[in-house]
Nanobody
Framework: QVQLVESGGGLVQPGGSLRLSCAASGFPFSRYVMTWYRQAPGQGHGLVAVITNTGGSTNYANSVKGRSTISRHNAKSTVYLQMNSLKPEDTAVYYC?????????WGQGTQVTVSS
């Protein structure tokens, strides 16, 4: 079955950086668009970044554009989110998601906390 496992979150000071990873299994990873979402306390899931199956095209939420980079390594079935110049408002649980045959599959999430 589809499995997504996020890692790399943690506590970081404002202005710091983190690299999140999402290891995928159970499906042909290189065929699918991958997406990062985040959920801040008391809010719904918000799109952070999207990457096409080849990695040739990416898109970002305005709130992270210019500070974040989504990438993927298809041979490792892993998608990454490099986040720089982190702000307190980036504090959230970060999830990766894949849509396969009309069904969304989500990881368990990784907590990112930006605080001094």
């Amino acid at each position: 079955q589809v499995q997504l496992v996020e890692s790399g979150g943690g506590l970081v000071q404002p202005g710091g950086s983190l690299r999140l990873s999402c290891a995928a299994s159970g499906f042909p990873f290189s065929r699918y668009v991958m997406t990062w979402y985040r959920q801040a306390p008391g809010q719904g899931h918000g799109l952070v970044a999207v990457i096409t199956n080849t990695g040739g095209s990416t898109n970002y939420a305005n709130s992270v554009k210019g500070r974040s980079t989504i990438s993927r390594h298809n041979a490792k079935s892993t998608v990454y989110l490099q986040m720089n110049s982190l702000k307190p408002e980036d504090t959230a649980v970060y999830y990766c998601k894949v849509l396969i045959s009309g069904r969304d599959s989500w990881g368990q999430g990784t907590q990112v906390t930006v605080s001094s």
